[in-house]
């Protein structure tokens, strides 16, 4: 069993920054890949940034040149830095992995990007 809870979300004005965490339970070298991904109301769940465990990154057209993901192995840990924040960021934010065929989610932390 994976337990993956996330924290760092807010209210932020636009142009401004957060940092999401993702704690893991246990090591996050078990997972060969770590991802964030956020959700609206309007839109389906969708990729924000995967990481490796080699650290081979993908990040979303949108996001790219703002978004940064990270880790901190000896934290169990994941990050999500955002910078230059606008509203359309506005979404709850989940940190995910796999483990073989199952899928682990955590419980999101909502992302508000607003005046």
């Known amino acids: 069993q994976v337990q993956l809870v996330e924290s760092g979300g807010g209210l932020v004005q636009p142009g401004g920054s957060l940092r999401l965490s993702c704690a893991a339970s246990?090591?996050?070298?078990?997972?060969?890949?770590m991802a964030w991904y956020r959700q609206t109301p309007e839109k389906q769940r969708e990729l924000v940034v995967g990481m490796t465990r080699d650290g081979i990154t993908n990040y979303a057209d949108s996001v790219k040149g703002r978004f940064t993901i990270s880790r901190d192995v000896a934290k169990n840990t994941v990050y999500l830095q955002m910078n230059n924040l606008k509203p359309e960021d506005t979404a709850v934010y989940y940190c995910?992995?796999?483990?073989?065929?199952?899928?682990?989610w955590g419980q999101g932390t909502q992302v508000t990007v607003s005046t």
């Open positions: 995910n992995t796999k483990v073989g065929v199952m899928t682990y």
């Open positions: 246990g090591s996050i070298f078990r997972f060969y890949v």
